[in-house]
């Protein structure tokens, strides 16, 4: 167990065994799929079947479940998880609620929270990957579908993830820079993040992104946490930063407006709802209340 370094947000800590040791094992793979205590969640385009009942997750057994590729999440409490991946034709012939993770997420617990991240996030590998990006041919899931390959040239194809970093930057006065995204309401302010780029570090990303984006000079970057965010395939790592220079010029792109805020100025404008920050379902809310030290009002936006 890693000390927790942040409050609590979405899609944290696995909560089930992903069972890798038995991907190349047909037999038992196909024991488990027999087996009536076996549940399967659903998955079309990124959405996830609902439950009719008590919400949560639409759970299905084997035999209900409707037809798609199969993949393998894992076990947790004894009970092995599967999804089927359902095209969307017959997703809706099947009359299932299908819904949006990120609709769904604060409504989710920690089992079906992960079991639903680790679904969404390898669905959407699968559909965005049915050709070579070796030779271009047509590659099929293998290994319980954690790997696929490519039927004319059998390269392996794992599933992809691209790192991204998220920070908070917080200066000498104790105040935190958060930027006002040009795709976004006009009183929607978060913490900055970006793309890792090809042959950088994660600290050298934090640096680089905060100037491009706001002009502040950024260092003494410390991690503190990730989340998976499988829209389609990124995974935000989490950093606070310190200002070294807090002069602000924004890219005038993708960040039109940049401040720094005191507590007081941003509980006052949350309050107001003058301002409109990230709920801690992401790891961006839980960065800026770590820094708050307490709860702030929750709006939902996303
Ligand atoms: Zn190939």
């Known amino acids: 167990v890693t000390e927790r370094l942040l409050p609590d947000f979405a899609f944290q800590g696995s909560a089930h065994d992903r069972m890798s040791d038995v991907r190349t094992d047909v037999d038992f793979l196909a024991e488990c799929w027999a087996d009536p205590a076996s549940r399967v969640v659903v998955v079309s385009r990124g959405h996830l079947a609902w439950g009719s009942h008590g919400g949560g997750l639409a759970l299905f057994t084997p035999a209900d479940a409707p037809a798609g590729e199969r993949v393998l999440l894992g076990r947790a409490d004894g009970v092995v998880y599967f999804a089927v991946l359902s095209d969307p034709a017959?997703?809706?012939?099947?009359d299932l609620d299908l819904r949006p993770l990120r609709t769904i997420a604060a409504a989710l617990d920690r089992l079906q929270g992960s079991l639903a991240v680790h679904t969404v996030a390898l669905a959407q590998w699968h559909e965005r990957h049915a050709r070579c990006a070796v030779c271009g041919g047509v590659t099929v899931p293998e290994q319980a579908g954690a790997v696929r390959r490519c039927t004319t040239c059998a390269s392996q194809h794992f599933p992809r993830t691209d790192p991204a970093v998220i920070?908070?930057?917080?200066?000498?006065?104790?105040?935190?820079?958060?930027?006002?995204?040009?795709?976004?309401?006009?009183?929607?302010?978060s913490t900055l993040a970006g793309f890792v780029e090809p042959g950088e570090t994660l600290e050298d990303a934090v640096v680089r992104e905060v100037s491009e984006e706001t002009?502040?000079?950024a260092d003494e970057v410390r991690y503190v946490g990730s989340q998976p965010w499988p829209f389609p395939s990124s995974l935000m790592l989490g950093f606070m930063a310190h200002a070294a220079r807090t002069s602000i010029s924004v890219d005038g792109v993708e960040i039109t407006k940049a401040r720094w805020f005191t507590r007081d100025e941003l509980r006052r404008e949350v309050e107001a709802g003058e301002l409109v920050i990230p709920t801690t379902v992401s790891i961006s809310g839980a960065l800026i209340q770590r820094w708050y030290g307490a709860a702030l009002p929750q709006r939902r936006t996303d």
């Open 90 to 94: 017959a997703a809706k012939t099947s």
């Open 167 to 189: 920070m908070l930057v917080v200066d000498d006065d104790d105040r935190c820079l958060l930027g006002h995204n040009a795709a976004r309401d006009a009183s929607w302010y």
């Open 215 to 217: 002009g502040v000079c």
